[in-house]
């Protein structure tokens, strides 16, 4: 994995085991899921180049960085959407 982060509220671990992947790992039964499958494009059209990942719970969200995009951006815990944060 290359970044780790825990969504207590759900019992389980958010990976990104790659540059273009979120998943969600159960705590209890270790089945894991793609959260975020950021493969294709990112929210500006171009390529990804995830970095960081940080669980933002107080506000229910996922936080990356996308050095293509120079932005931070906000995944949906549930659906996997992306929005950017900031540029």
Known sequence: PEHLALDI???RVLVSASFDTVYAVDLTTGARSILADLSTTNVGGGPVAFQ???F??????ILHTDTNLNAVLVVDPLNGERVTLSK
């Open 9 to 11: 509220d759900l019992n």
């Open 56 to 61: 933002d719970s107080a506000n229910n969200r």
């Open 52 to 54: 960081d990942l940080v």
